[in-house]
């Protein structure tokens, strides 16, 4: 099983920073298999990126997605009121997903 | 607009059973693999089950299975989760979700529904 490890644990930010968060996986994971989500409090998650650095429909540009093999990068340029959440990156890979552990973006 | 609700969930002893449904709308719903995904109360997200379209192929993590059946009334639009021998690092809220055509991800999920373990 592929194991994902999202760094920081939580990012203390204001709004109008720019976010940076990783997710580190314990062997090579497909780009094409890569998403990130959004969950809110009380909320189902809510799919951001989706093949490493495809946003999904309806998601600001604010958002973006990078990196291949073993490092990913969730960014998000300038944070928005809205965008304070717990983020989840996820990978597909023989046959089952897995997810990080999440980072949480709480306002400073 | 898509739509998935999920219901059934509820207190239930260890070692007893659970049948969770999802009712979707929206969509084409027999063109869609379905998934669900769950998430223990302050904790983060694990997948524990998966369908093909048409129901022929099903996929389970090694922590569910042998216990949990996922299954799908495509005349229904329906997806199911039947859960037996239930103990209490079940306790989750579980979600089911819709994989996305082109990718394997999850683009849209349901509110969830509460599952709680528990003597």
């Known amino acids: 099983e592929i194991v994902l490890t999202q760094s920081p644990g939580t990012l203390s930010l204001s709004p109008g920073e720019r976010a940076t968060l990783s997710c580190g996986a314990s062997q090579s994971v497909s780009s094409s298999y890569l998403a990130w989500y959004q969950q809110k409090p009380g909320q189902a998650p809510r799919l951001l990126i989706y093949g490493a650095s495809s946003r999904a429909t309806g998601i600001a540009d604010r958002f973006s997605g990078s990196g291949s093999g073993t490092d990913f990068t969730l960014t998000i340029s300038r944070l928005e009121p809205e965008d304070f959440a717990v983020y989840y990156c996820?990978?597909?890979?023989?046959?089952?997903?897995?997810f990080g552990q999440g980072t949480k973006v709480e306002i400073k | 607009q898509v739509q998935l609700v999920e219901s059934g969930g509820g207190l239930v002893k260890p070692g007893g059973s659970l049948r969770l449904s999802c009712a979707a709308s929206?969509?084409?719903?027999?063109?869609?693999?379905m998934s669900w995904i769950r998430q223990a109360p302050g904790k983060g997200l694990e997948w524990v089950s998966y369908?093909?379209?048409?129901?022929?192929?099903?996929n389970y993590p090694e922590s569910v299975k042998g216990r949990f059946t996922i299954s799908r009334d495509n005349a229904k639009n329906s997806l199911f989760l039947q859960m037996n021998s239930l103990r209490a690092e079940d306790t989750a809220v579980y979600y089911c979700?819709?994989?996305?055509?082109?990718?394997?991800?999850?683009?849209?999920w349901g509110q969830g529904t509460l599952v709680t373990v528990s003597s």
């Open positions: 996820q990978q597909y890979g023989s046959s089952s997903w897995t």
């Open positions: 929206g969509f084409t719903f027999s063109d869609y693999y």
């Open positions: 979700a819709r994989r996305m055509t082109s990718s394997k991800v999850f683009d849209y």
């Open positions: 369908i093909s379209s048409s129901g022929s192929y099903t």
